[in-house]
């Protein structure tokens, strides 16, 4: 390989010069600190600062002794959803009941819809009163309010606000699909935290804050796969550990909010200084309006925000007056109690049934 340079910027900019080029391939190992900079004359902590920076731009990663090897291109990994011809239901699959759910071409012909143009307000006033309605008592009192193309785009939003590539991020294990592909293209590295029918164990999230976790990503209701939703005594020991790490940033992604059965118990402590909470509206709605309220401290809305410009990007306003529509339509919301109820009734079947088939299996033979 032809590695040239004499300083960090000459060294990285050479290095993904071959990898562009195709004559550094994916796997392939670059030359150990030492050699190179003996190669190329130069101290040994500039071809490491040059090596950390193609860290941090995806393009190489260390795996311990085996060195700084070129990164391939991350996959899309396995997907959430339906999976076309399998004869199997995945309860995995984050897919809500079509016939629960609200039509909102009903909802929006009532409401009516009025085109917006370039310039104008990027959230609309009236969808976020409803929403404060929702996330307010959930909050501290002085949070601020943003949306986002869905919980996986706020997550993704979030998580590069803050972190860089090589960061920690802990995770449920198991986990929500849409989280692990999330912070693979982000080339951050899940730490797993062990679940049960309270919530996050305390002592798997005090072991991954030990090992210098940067982010936590919780669901505090309905967690998928497993169901379970976080207790509020379970909440309190959880704030209690990440009251010692203030500067970690706290993310809950409540996507079954407005659904749920049980009562929003927050993990956040008020230590802590970066925290979002995130409620989208894909599994009352319909997985097909990519929309979430983000209710969050005011510099990380700030953050999501510089990607909300009047002028550029925004959440549709089409999709914004179809879930405001919705919101207010007293039609709507008793289908979305009912649906809660009927959620509820068939994840209990469920688990009686999958308690009533293992003790079957299982139990000794002289009972």
Same mark, same amino acid.
């Given at each position: 390989?032809?590695?040239?340079?004499?300083?960090? $910027?000459?060294?990285?900019?050479?290095?993904?010069?071959?990898?562009? $080029?195709?004559?550094?391939?994916?796997?392939?190992?670059?030359?150990?600190?030492?050699?190179?900079?003996?190669?190329?004359?130069?101290?040994?902590?500039?071809?490491?600062?040059?090596?950390?920076?193609?860290?941090?731009?995806?393009?190489?990663?260390?795996?311990?002794?085996?060195?700084?090897?070129?990164?391939?291109?991350?996959?899309?990994?396995?997907?959430?959803?339906?999976?076309?011809?399998?004869?199997?239901?995945?309860?995995?699959?984050?897919?809500?009941?079509?016939?629960?759910?609200?039509?909102?071409?009903?909802?929006?012909?009532?409401?009516?819809?009025?085109?917006?143009?370039?310039?104008?307000?990027?959230?609309?006033?009236?969808?976020?009163?409803?929403?404060?309605?929702?996330?307010?008592?959930?909050?501290?009192?002085?949070?601020?309010?943003?949306?986002?193309?869905?919980?996986?785009?706020? %997550?993704?939003?979030?998580?590069?606000?803050?972190?860089?590539?090589?960061?920690?991020?802990?995770?449920?294990?198991?986990?929500?699909?849409?989280?692990?592909?999330?912070?693979?293209?982000?080339?951050?590295?899940?730490?797993?935290?062990?679940?049960?029918?309270?919530?996050?164990?305390?002592?798997?999230?005090? $072991?991954?804050?030990?090992?210098?976790?940067?982010?936590?990503?919780?669901?505090?209701?309905?967690?998928?796969?497993?169901?379970?939703?976080?207790?509020?005594?379970?909440?309190?020991?959880?704030?209690?550990?990440?009251?010692?790490?203030?500067?970690?940033?706290?993310?809950?992604?409540?996507?079954?909010?407005?659904?749920?059965?049980?009562?929003?118990?927050? %993990?956040?402590?008020?230590?802590?200084?970066?925290?979002?909470?995130?409620?989208?509206?894909?599994?009352?709605?319909?997985?097909?309006?990519?929309?979430?309220?983000?209710?969050?401290?005011?510099?990380?809305?700030?953050?999501?925000?510089?990607?909300?410009?009047?002028?550029?990007?925004?959440?549709?306003?089409?999709?914004?007056?179809?879930?405001?529509?919705?919101?207010?339509?007293?039609?709507?919301?008793?289908?979305?109690?009912?649906?809660?109820?009927?959620?509820?009734?068939?994840?209990?079947?469920?688990?009686?049934?999958?308690?009533?088939?293992?003790?079957?299996?299982?139990?000794?033979?002289?009972?």
């Amino acid at each position: 390989m032809n590695i040239a340079g004499k300083t960090v $910027a000459d060294i990285f900019e050479g290095i993904r010069r071959e990898v562009h $080029a195709g004559r550094l391939t994916a796997g392939q190992v670059l030359p150990p600190v030492r050699e190179l900079a003996s190669q190329l004359g130069v101290n040994r902590n500039t071809v490491a600062a040059a090596y950390r920076r193609l860290v941090a731009a995806k393009i190489a990663e260390t795996q311990g002794r085996n060195g700084t090897v070129i990164r391939s291109l991350a996959g899309a990994g396995e997907q959430e959803g339906v999976s076309p011809g399998s004869p199997l239901a995945d309860l995995a699959g984050g897919n809500p009941d079509p016939a629960l759910l609200p039509d909102p071409l009903e909802a929006l012909e009532r409401r009516g819809y009025r085109p917006r143009l370039y310039g104008e307000p990027t959230i609309d006033p009236e969808l976020e009163a409803l929403a404060r309605r929702c996330l307010g008592p959930n909050c501290r009192p002085d949070y601020a309010f943003t949306l986002a193309h869905g919980a996986v785009d706020a %997550i993704e939003r979030l998580l590069a606000a803050y972190l860089v590539a090589t960061d920690k991020v802990a995770v449920e294990d198991p986990c929500f699909l849409g989280s692990i592909n999330t912070l693979r293209a982000a080339g951050l590295e899940a730490i797993g935290v062990a679940v049960d029918a309270e919530g996050m164990q305390p002592d798997s999230l005090e $072991a991954a804050l030990a090992q210098g976790v940067q982010a936590v990503i919780c669901t505090p209701r309905a967690h998928n796969p497993t169901g379970c939703s976080t207790s509020e005594a379970r909440a309190g020991e959880l704030r209690r550990i990440l009251a010692r790490y203030p500067h970690v940033l706290v993310i809950e992604d409540d996507h079954f909010a407005l659904l749920a059965q049980t009562p929003f118990h927050s %993990i956040v402590p008020p230590e802590t200084v970066h925290w979002a909470l995130v409620r989208s509206v894909s599994k009352v709605f319909g997985p097909d309006l990519r929309l979430a309220f983000v209710a969050s401290d005011e510099e990380t809305a700030r953050r999501l925000g510089m990607r909300l410009a009047p002028g550029t990007t925004w959440v549709s306003h089409l999709l914004q007056t179809a879930v405001r529509a919705l919101l207010e339509s007293q039609t709507a919301m008793d289908r979305i109690r009912a649906a809660g109820r009927t959620y509820a009734r068939r994840r209990g079947l469920l688990v009686t049934a999958l308690a009533t088939r293992v003790y079957r299996r299982w139990r000794p033979a002289t009972v």
